[in-house]
């Protein structure tokens, strides 16, 4: 069983970054792939980014990518979400989301869900 605790949403202007954080409990945190997905009104979930249980594999949407960083600290039992450049239509509610094994842009192969976090970006 694992829970998962995201952080450090809020509301930026276009243009600047923010840093969300999922911390996880339990004791085997290193042996899941890590996975950050969004939801905004009206639209389903959409895939972000993932980052294999080392660390040594990431992937991101074509949205987000050269301007948000996965990372995960297996020591601290916790993942990030690096955002820079951040633009009004990054607007949503971000969800960290883990699973056993490899890592997946589809949301419905993740075990476990984060009660998400809501980033704002003004314009």
């Known amino acids: 069983q694992v829970q998962l605790v995201e952080s450090g949403g809020g509301l930026v202007q276009a243009g600047g970054s923010l840093r969300l954080s999922c911390a996880a409990s339990?004791?085997?945190?290193?042996?899941?792939?890590m996975g950050w997905f969004r939801q905004a009104p009206g639209k389903e979930r959409e895939f972000v980014a993932a980052?294999?249980?080392?660390?040594?594999?990431?992937f991101y949407a074509d949205s987000v990518k050269g301007r948000f960083t996965i990372s995960r600290d297996n020591a601290k039992n916790t993942a990030y979400l690096q955002m820079n450049s951040l633009k009004p239509e990054d607007t949503a509610v971000y969800y960290c989301?883990?699973?056993?094994?490899?890592?997946?842009?589809?949301?419905?192969?993740?075990?476990?869900w984060g009660q998400g976090t809501q980033v704002t970006v003004s314009s």
């Open positions: 989301a883990a699973r056993k094994l490899r890592v997946s842009d589809y949301p419905g192969s993740y075990e476990y």
């Open positions: 339990g004791r085997t945190f290193s042996s899941y792939a």
């Open positions: 980052i294999d249980w080392s660390g040594s594999s990431t």
